[in-house]
Nanobody
Framework: QVQLVESGGGLVQPGGSLRLSCAASGSISSINAMGWYRQAPGKQRELVAASTSERSVNYTDSVKGRFTISRDNAKNTLYLQMNSLKPEDTAVYYC???????????????WGQGTLVTVSS
């Protein structure tokens, strides 16, 4: 079994900052890609930022220059530093990973449970 556990969400005022963390655990041989998605009320889930195994990163246009994705491979942990937050960033943020399992070497896509980010004055 593989689990992703997110933390770091909460209530913040416009212009403020938050740092999300996503820790992967379980029977993991390697993590091929990790990313952050978000889903606002009444909207579809969208990709916010992603980091591939080749260390390339990409961001959705609305967060470029404000959000930074990073990985600590030794800790199997993904981060999302969010600065200059806006009310439209309010959403549940989900961590996603594609991992290769130990022993079977089968690839598996895993989702975290989500963490709520609310940007409001």
């Amino acid at each position: 079994q593989v689990q992703l556990v997110e933390s770091g969400g909460g209530l913040v005022q416009p212009g403020g900052s938050l740092r999300l963390s996503c820790a992967a655990s379980g029977s993991i041989s390697s993590i091929n890609a990790m990313g952050w998605y978000r889903q606002a009320p009444g909207k579809q889930r969208e990709l916010v930022a992603a980091s591939t195994s080749e260390r390339s990163v990409n961001y959705t246009d609305s967060v470029k220059g404000r959000f930074t994705i990073s990985r600590d491979n030794a800790k199997n942990t993904l981060y999302l530093q969010m600065n200059s937050l806006k009310p439209e960033d309010t959403a549940v943020y989900y961590c996603n990973a594609e991992v290769t399992l130990k022993y079977s070497f089968r690839n598996l896509e895993v989702w975290g449970q989500g963490t709520l980010v609310t940007v409001s004055s």
